[in-house]
């Protein structure tokens, strides 16, 4: 039996060595191929192999699919794939009742829940009562599957995922093609790997169709989405591409100096691929060289990007007030995680964005912009970019772990399609040209690449005469560069879009949000108002400076919550902004992201008060 369903939510869940990356990636690719809706969130812990079979140790992927109304990965899975006791307990207080739970019956013995902190056995103890459980032999038939191949004990366990993904394949009938083929290209030099994991992959879904526990199968519809070429991508793909395309419209090459850091890491991975397209890249010693690497390119003239995370972004500091003092276009990526200091690597966080606006020493103001799905990641990359190399000024472009490691379906843009960006490039000789000069529009300095006959210069971090950009110690000349270098960040206003907000006609509540949970604070105010309730919803991505009309939205409405993942930095910020209104908060810290759940409940409770 088949039954059509609009969305659901799978999670894989298993120690770290269990594969579930591997496996909720491949589904993902293949139910984005299909046609649908995504979105993802891959949760691993930060340690490179935790004591196996703990709690500490869970790796999960989690997907939420559909043909419509996917705005996050969900808030608890409709099918939890749990390869061990851990990943049952790491999962068990988020499930719903009569949520489906297939595990590796396997590895459920006294050993294993004692490591996951079961007291009991909860297969006989009344735990698992509310839920539908499928006790399959995932590891022992995969064994049995590849008894005849010649693998060793270890080599044929690493398989098992793709049992599980089998299940998963014949639950939703979901084509099996696109994984195979995958084993083909990944294992190429490798012929009998590949074909353990295209056998067991099979024996999965045979196992699924013929158990009697699982009676019936699931069918999701494709979305309906405008015409044009779609791929699976991550928001750090999408950032890498974003920059790729920038560099080609401004007509330059690109320079990527970076130092690897979780989460940013996969945009110095993804940008390595394309060296063809002029990108240059040097992975530096430490993070300080990485972002001075690429002030010197900017210098010579080049699209210039550092990439990191919040500890990188405290040792890049000095020279991003470098850059504010030079006034070179450069990009400075920051993928959030939680902090401080190392803190938790591998989980999201919304907590840099004051070290953004103004973890520098002096007056040095810098355009902050945020991304907020992975697939606009590329627009907001572009955009940083336009805007570095129109203002001529360094740009904060912020994204998060939630953004950079999770993915969705992404049109394919044609380069044609995106807009033009003029960088502010003198590339002949001008007899009033002046280091210092300035567009009295943008107050935007012209950039001039050394060696240009006749027009020679040196450029530092001590301060500038306001024309010549020689050193100058003059009280006066200090007074004004401050201006002039905070009027050029506040002009940006000018060549930004308005803010918009959805909900014309409330007037009662309205949401505030930024950066990447958007999908999950625009799904929870999508719901509430498909009931009727008075609540709108507006998100920024322009952050410093603000879209010019913020004051006019907010004046509309009798009360307004900041929604953020810190402990209300944005909310802080707008007061500093606009005393005048009153900014409440709804905020979240765990290293997770928001629960549609618990913002309905929040925002149905100012509703009833108001």
């Known amino acids: 039996m088949k039954t059509e369903l609009e969305s659901v939510v799978i999670k894989f869940a298993g120690d770290s060595g269990d594969g579930m990356q591997l496996a909720g990636m491949l589904f993902t690719e293949t139910t984005a191929n299909v046609g649908n809706e995504i979105a993802t969130f891959p949760d691993f812990p930060s340690e490179i192999r935790a004591p196996q079979g703990t709690v500490a140790g869970v790796s999960g992927f989690q997907i939420h699919f559909g043909s419509s109304g996917v705005h996050s990965p969900g808030d608890s899975p409709d099918i939890l794939i749990a390869m061990n006791p851990a990943a049952l307990m790491a999962n068990l207080s988020q499930l719903k009742p009569a949520c489906t739970i297939i595990i590796d019956i396997d590895s459920f013995d006294k050993k294993h829940f004692e490591k996951a902190g079961f007291e009991g056995n909860p297969l006989e103890d009344g735990t698992l ?27 044929m366990l690493r398989c098992k995922n793709m049992f599980a993904l089998g299940i998963a394949y014949w639950l939703f009938n979901e084509p099996l093609e696109k994984s195979l083929s995958f084993f083909d290209r990944k294992f190429k030099s490798n012929p009998t790997i590949a074909e353990a994991n295209k056998r067991v992959l099979k024996a999965g879904h045979h196992y699924a169709e013929t158990i009697e526990a699982i009676r019936s199968s699931f069918t999701v519809l494709p979305a309906k989405k405008a015409a044009g070429t ?47 397209a002029g990108v240059k890249i040097i992975q530096a010693e430490d993070e300080i060289a990485g972002i001075c690497s690429a002030i010197g390119a900017s210098f010579a003239g080049d699209v210039a990007i550092t990439t990191t995370s919040g500890p990188g972004m405290a040792l890049k500091t ?10 070179l276009p450069l990009v400075i990526v920051n993928v959030q995680r939680g902090g401080p200091s190392t803190g938790l690597p591998t989980k999201t966080e919304q907590s840099d964005l004051m070290q953004a606006l103004y973890g520098r020493n002096g007056e040095s103001p810098i355009a902050v912009i945020s991304a907020s799905t992975p697939a606009n990641c590329f627009d907001w990359a572009f955009e940083a970019t336009r805007i570095a190399l129109e203002h001529m000024t360094p740009v904060i472009l912020l994204s ?7 993915a969705e379906p992404w049109k394919i843009k044609l380069t044609e399609e995106l807009p033009d960006i003029h960088p502010r490039t003198l590339e002949s000789y001008d007899e009033n040209w002046k280091p210092y000069n300035r567009d009295a529009e943008k107050l935007a300095r012209n950039w001039v690449v050394p060696g240009t006959k006749g027009m020679e210069h040196r450029i530092g971090g001590l301060e500038k005469d306001e024309c010549t950009g020689c050193v100058s110690h003059n009280p006066q000349n200090h007074a004004k560069m401050v201006e002039i270098r ?19 006609d409330a007037t009662k509540l309205l949401v505030v949000g930024w950066g990447g949970q958007f999908g999950i604070l625009f799904g ?5 108002q498909k009931e009727g309730k008075d609540i709108a919803f507006t998100h920024f991505n322009y952050i410093n400076p603000l879209p010019k009309n913020t004051a006019q939205i907010f004046q509309k409405f009798d009360r307004i919550l900041v929604c953020e993942l810190n402990k209300g930095q944005f909310a802080a910020y707008l007061r500093m902004q606009f005393p005048q209104f009153n900014f409440e908060q709804f905020n979240k810290f765990e290293g997770l992201p928001f629960k549609i759940i618990d913002l309905k409940n929040k925002f149905n409770e100012i509703l009833n008060e108001a």
């Open 129 to 155: 009562a509310d839920y539908n459980v499928i006790e399959a032999p995932i590891a022992s038939l995969t064994k049995t599957g590849l008894a005849d191949l010649g693998l060793d004990n270890k080599s």
């Open 230 to 276: 779609y791929r699976n991508i991550t928001g750090n793909q999408a950032m890498a591409w974003g920059f790729l395309a920038a560099a080609k419209k401004a007509k330059k090459d690109l320079f990527l100096g970076t130092y690897p850091i979780t989460p940013a890491t996969d945009i110095l991975h993804e940008l390595s691929k394309h060296k063809w």
């Open 318 to 327: 000095e020279a991003i007030g470098l850059a504010v003092m030079t006034e």
């Open 400 to 406: 998060e772990s939630y953004l950079g490691n999770g």
């Open 486 to 504: 905070h009027d050029k960040i506040n002009r940006i206003a000018d060549f930004i879009p308005l803010q918009k907000y959805k909900g014309k």
């Open 524 to 528: 929870a105010v999508n719901q509430l």
